[in-house]
């Protein structure tokens, strides 16, 4: 079966990059049509996205987080990358790595969650 898992560090200084990785194992991430999303949620509020790669390796990011935000991936390693450049307490949350089919994403559906990890800025 597949198995998700994020990793990172918790605490990351104000100004600073936050770095994460998720590490998909039991499938590949260059499975024709899939997609690998993140996803974070801050205390208190919904979840929110983030940014996605598809199987091409093509990104897209959400408009209010695109200016700092890199997504990459690691074929070899089946892992997913997340860069959030200038982090700000705002982006305290749980972030989530999720993914499955194109299609059922675009419509909201997420057929593969890692369990989250919780990043916390603070200086």
């Known amino acids: 079966q597949v198995q998700v898992q994020e990793s990172g560090p918790g605490l990351v200084k104000p100004s600073q990059t936050l770095s994460l990785t998720c590490t998909v194992s039991?499938?590949?991430?260059?499975?024709?049509?899939?997609?690998w999303n993140w996803i974070r949620q801050p205390p208190g509020k919904g979840l929110e996205w983030v940014g996605v790669?598809?199987?091409?390796?093509?990104?897209y990011y959400s408009p209010s987080l695109k200016s700092r935000t890199s997504i990459s991936r690691d074929a070899s390693g089946n892992q997913i990358s997340l860069q959030l450049s200038s982090v700000t307490p705002e982006d305290t949350a749980v972030y989530y790595c999720?993914?499955?089919?194109?299609?059922?994403?675009?419509?909201?559906?997420?057929?593969?969650w890692g369990q989250g990890t919780q990043v916390t800025v603070s200086s």
């Open positions: 790669v598809n199987s091409e390796g093509s990104t």
């Open positions: 039991g499938g590949s991430i260059t499975t024709k049509y899939y997609v």
């Open positions: 999720a993914g499955g089919p194109s299609r059922l994403v675009h419509r909201g559906a997420f057929d593969y």
